[in-house]
């Protein structure tokens, strides 16, 4: 069975730095669309950053020339640098992925359980 696990997030200061990992493992053939969204409490998910495999990387406005997600195909995971970090910022993030399986062969959507990402004025 296919993991997506997160990690990285925690409380920063206002203006500071967080750097999310997400480590997929399982029996993957290949990794497609890559990506982070948020949601914060009482609010719906949203888009933060997508990559796909072999693409340009994709940004929502709000964190356009803050935000920098990265992959790395051979270890199968994804990253998100995030700098300038504002309380509006305060979200629990998720690692999304979507995957094809050795056996059967077919695409799957996965996510991760999340991690916790509070900035404090």
């Known amino acids: 069975q296919v993991q997506l696990v997160e990690s990285g997030g925690g409380l920063v200061q206002a203006g500071g730095s967080l750097r999310l990992s997400c480590a997929v493992s399982g029996s993957i053939f290949r990794i497609n669309n890559m990506g982070w969204y948020r949601q914060a409490p009482g609010k719906q998910r949203e888009l933060v950053a997508t990559i796909p495999s072999g693409g340009s990387a994709n940004y929502a406005d709000f964190v356009k020339g803050r935000f920098t997600i990265s992959r790395d195909n051979a270890k199968n995971q994804v990253y998100l640098q995030m700098n300038s970090l504002q309380p509006e910022d305060t979200a629990v993030y998720y690692c999304?992925?979507?995957?094809?399986?050795?056996?059967?062969?077919?695409?799957?959507?996965?996510w991760g359980q999340g991690t916790q990402v509070t900035v404090s004025s």
């Open positions: 999304r992925a979507d995957i094809v399986t050795y056996w059967p062969l077919k695409v799957d959507e996965h």
